[in-house]
């Protein structure tokens, strides 16, 4: 069975690498940035839009899909890609950051999670085996560990109890993946190609621990490695100070995630230190509100200095709605509450997320003459 | 100066026939649907999926933009073409509609409509004048005369009263028009090209009154000539008859536009009578509620029934939705409140309406064999 390749296609001094995962789905040009695709839609962008920008790899949540549509109905439909009609890469997250995040009346055990349904109060148990049946039933082409995320604050016992239950489930979700990942509903359809999972180094903002989830789920010899817990309201520079201590820790020819990170500078400085992938809902979410990155730096489009502005989003940008419309008609679409509003709004925004990687990519020495045009 | 220029390219036995309407910004084949853009933006739906679904006239709503962002502003950017970014061809409606069924406190005169924002509730006052002035600084293709819609049920003496208004405000209208059209913002651009302006006949559901109402608008010598005042809230059967009775009395060399109809059959039905011109908010309406028109039949997609069917929204639609998605992932959008759902179903619904008249087209006789392929 094929799953995830990892070629490492050139290297820079800060420690930033150009590569290729291969996966059942996609080749996926690393650093990469992936939107985040909630329930089985990236908010408000259709697909064949995403096709255009660039995007390799998007993101879907388990928890949102195993609540609604559900899992088992997925499946029964072929998987994730083909339910919401996209052919190209696909990771799914454990559901584990959003039963501690959005689900209420958690309990948690070492079995797993006891939680009810945000949407409609229903009771949910979610363990580990069960994490990733859902994620098998999903089928993306990454699976992600069951893990904790550990809150921000925590303090060092606090810390140190939620690392032994992530480092437990990681077994787990490992050795129940192992054990079924063959029953992944594209598995016949492409040849017996696999998924892949990852694991999640957690451990709060203690170094040490950290440094001790990396060693021990590289023991365990995991696909691919996220650095999760992150982003969580700590300052940046504790953000920064954790990738920097973990990045080393981890196989150097394995792809290294930091899951929901960040604002453009962050994704560029990390991409730079070396992680491969990265994804958050900052771009489309900030969109939705008015709020639109750009080479001039953000701007706050329901400003009333933009009201008769004829001059595109960003005026470097050659994404399909810096091309087509203006400031002021985007301010106008927020103003007079729109959809295409955040339509637009999130098309740019993803441009500008997807163009930094590119631009980092492209900056990054390319082993081997072939690729060096 | 070059404005409107009508070719009937076709006729068939029923009265339908088949045209081209040459304007400013486009030579529209008709018959013709023209999809709403209330607000400067056909709700949920890019410009440039619009254009792909062959959308060749869109309406623009002139109490709204008046509103907001302002005609004022729309003038200094250029006119709506270049605001909304849409190069196609436009129609602005005159604003009565709306100021008779959005906004609060009206008082009529025979000067105008005094009345409140239903935004703000501020003060505003509409005559003839002023709603010519304001279409002609948002500059579409086609502007319509200020009139009152009659509403229904109305007596007679209300209907007489209503007819009277409308006749007085259509000759202000044109008046006010011929003396001011080249002011349009893209007059010097477009060579001097100019823009058009349709009369609406009124009167009810009173045949006499209606055919006064035709009568007298003919003899102002207007561009174009709409059928105003229906589908508004009388039996379709009524409907039909009001327009089976003007049509005969309109020329037959010009443009008639019936306005704000209607479902699927009811637009065909219309377009073979010999009607070319029709706008209906229902498929963007419907589409947001969960509402397809089918080759089928209209299907609501939030049905369970829908939970885990793979076919497209309509299996004889080449639209790029019905390609793409299927009814399992437009009814989870629409149970997810998801942002996409509108536009897909948008999408769908406008491929459907524009296909029904495509249809209609090429079903009338071309005259001239170098169009008959």
């Known amino acids: 069975m094929v799953g995830l390749e990892f070629n490492i296609l050139g290297t820079s001094a800060g420690g930033g690498r150009r590569g290729q995962i291969n996966l059942p789905h996609r080749a996926v040009q690393t650093p990469v940035f992936m939107p985040v695709g909630t329930a089985g839609t990236v908010k408000a962008v259709p697909q064949d839009v995403l096709e255009t920008l660039g995007a390799e790899i998007i ?101 140190e109890e939620s690392l032994r239950l992530t480092m437990a489930w990681a077994r787990r ?21 696999k998924q892949s999972l990852f694991g999640i180094v957690q451990g709060g903002m203690y170094k040490d621990l950290r440094r001790e989830s990396a060693e021990r789920l590289v023991e365990m010899d995991f696909d691919g490695y996220a650095i999760g817990g992150l982003s969580v309201g700590e300052p940046p520079e504790l ?44 771009p489309t979410r900030a969109a939705r509100h008015g709020l639109l990155f750009t080479s001039e730096g953000r701007i706050n489009i329901k400003g009333a200095r933009y009201a008769e502005d004829q001059g595109p989003a960003d005026p470097a940008c050659n994404c399909p709605v810096c091309q087509r419309y203006s400031r002021a008609y985007l301010r106008h679409l927020m103003q ?38």
Not at 103 to 132: C, M, N, Y
Not at 345 to 359: D, T, V
């Open 239 to 282: 953000t920064l100070e954790m990738i920097a201590e973990v990045l080393p820790l981890l196989p150097a020819d394995k792809p290294r995630y930091v899951m929901g990170v960040g604002y453009p500078d962050q994704i560029e400085r990390y991409a730079r230190m070396g992680v491969d992938m990265m994804d958050c809902v900052l």
């Open 59 to 159: 993101l879907g949540n388990t928890y949102h899909l195993y609540l609604r549509p559900g899992h088992e109905a997925i499946r029964r439909m072929g998987g994730l890609h083909r339910f919401m009609s996209w052919p190209r890469a696909m990771l799914t997250d454990s559901g584990g950051f959003q039963v501690f995040s959005l689900a209420q009346l958690r309990k948690v055990t070492d079995e797993g999670v006891r939680f009810q349904s945000h949407l409609d109060g229903s009771s949910h148990f979610f363990t580990p085996e069960h994490s990733i049946d859902v994620q098998i039933a999903l089928g993306a082409d990454i699976c992600m560990a069951f893990d904790e995320c550990t809150e921000y604050p925590a303090d060092r016992s606090r810390a």
């Open 336 to 373: 007079a509450r729109e959809a295409l509003s955040g339509t637009l709004n999130s098309i740019h925004n993803l441009a500008y997320y997807l163009g930094i990687m590119e631009r980092v990519r492209k900056s990054l020495a390319i082993k081997g003459s072939e690729l060096a045009s």
């Open 173 to 193: 979700s490992l050795d129940h993946f192992r054990a079924h990942q063959h029953e992944v509903p594209w598995h016949d359809e492409l040849g017996g190609r």
